[in-house]
């Protein structure tokens, strides 16, 4: 017998193999990691209202120029990857997953053109879980229901236990649906954070969009200087503030350590996120001490703790980047391990020894990576977005 480590292809689902080890004693050692897919997928249901004679946002400005992003499934598909690119740009465990169809709402133009209030999120949450209405607005209990309407600006999203709800203009930028994601899982605007790896900001819907793209008048306002006269510290909080995806800024491409220790954290979300995560995690985190429970807060310390307390079957193994952890039995069960914030190595106990090691092209990471005994060295990837969307989303940051 052999084992087969592999990653789940995204394309055709098949399971690649990855590395096999063929043990002198017919030993195997099975599991199934899938480091292409292996995430805590955040669950998201789309459905555009429709005006009162049948027809999708289609917003213009003053003078009839289209200005709307969100229009079509694909716009709304390429902003989930967007999303995606972000997470996994900033090696977080978390990621966006379109379930179900893109839906339309027909409910005679109700809310089609409402500016997103929180009293227009209010009538449409409940008018969406009334159990007479929730069939026609596709309501569902599995995931994050957005709605797309016509209204003037962004979106509004409000992150008490059940809303599971948001909504948004067709006007809003491609990385809305990610920011609004991350208010439901607890996040904050900038000019509330409570991390130290954010700086100070200000409302930056306040003020003018000239006024709050300039990055210079920002370090001005903080630190009274021009960016590049900064130190490499300040550089490098004035870019976690200024390019947050937690601003109202043009371009928000990032997301800092402790925001996602935040997201992984809970907070108000954390009792029903079974509701949205196609599959639960199981922190993992060898630096931490205390209790362990494998939540994100009292993570387990080794992969044996975790093993021996959990069942696995259909979680996340979520393991604290930078650190090693050693397995030291059989794994059968339906699997996903994934890093967080960095490289993590999984090395087998004594017994574990390979005998051999093969290591296809397909593998992630280098061949002189993989030494016996045997050691796991991965890192998070993902499906980078289309060229058309990278260019489009670059377009719109040099307006």
Known sequence: ???????????????????????????????????????????????FILDANGNRPHPTDVNGNPEGNFETDQDVRDAIALGNEILSTCESEFRLELVGDIDDVDDGGRFFADEWTDDTW??????????DHSAQYHWRTDAINLYINEGPWGGTAISHPNSRMFGMSARADEVTILHETCHILGMVHTWNS?????AEDHNSQAQPWQTFNDIDIY???????????????????????????????TVRDRLTPCQLDNMAEGGDWYAYRGQVFTDLPIYINSDRTGGQTGNFMTPYHTLVKALDDESIDNRVLVFEGGNNYTLDRILNADTELVPRLGTVKIYPE????????SVPSQSLGESEGFRNPFHLEFNESSERVSASTRNKHEQRFKK
Not at 122 to 131: F, S
Not at 194 to 198: I, K, L, R, S, T
Not at 225 to 233: E, I, Q
């Open 194 to 198: 409570p991390c130290d790896d954010v």
């Open 1 to 47: 017998m052999k084992t087969t480590l592999g990653v789940k292809d995204k394309k055709d689902k098949r399971i690649v193999p990855l590395i096999v080890l063929c043990l002198t004693v017919a030993l195997l050692c099975v599991a199934s990691i899938r480091t292409c897919s292996a995430y805590v997928e955040i669950r998201i249901s789309v459905n």
């Open 122 to 131: 209010n009538d449409v949450h409940a008018r969406a879980t009334n159990p």
């Open 219 to 249: 370090t001005n306002e903080v630190w009274g200087s021009n960016f590049n006269a900064l130190t490499s510290h300040e550089q490098w909080l004035a870019e976690n503030t200024f390019f947050n995806v937690m601003c109202y800024r």
């Open 350 to 357: 004594s017994s574990f020894q390979a005998s051999s090691i």
